[in-house]
């Protein structure tokens, strides 16, 4: 559903013009439910980078303080 090309940034912009549209316009049923999906794949996806770095963070300040 979302690009999975789009790096962290680029999807979370993409997710802010959605939520945007979705609180200024008022598009017809099918149209909301369709950003809304769109919105939470982008939303997993962030999620799912965000935990990734994280983790990533964990693990080179474990590093650092055991090569202590």
Do not use: W, Y
Not at 25 to 51: H, N, S, V, Y
């Amino acid at each position: 559903m979302a690009k999975q090309n789009l790096n962290f940034e680029q999807q979370l912009q993409e997710l802010e013009k959605i939520v945007n549209a979705m609180e200024t316009t008022t598009p017809d049923l099918d149209a909301a439910l369709k950003q809304f999906e769109k919105g939470i794949a982008l939303a997993r996806e962030c999620e799912t980078k965000l935990k990734a770095a994280e983790q990533k963070i964990k693990t080179i300040s474990h590093d650092t303080n055991n090569a202590d």
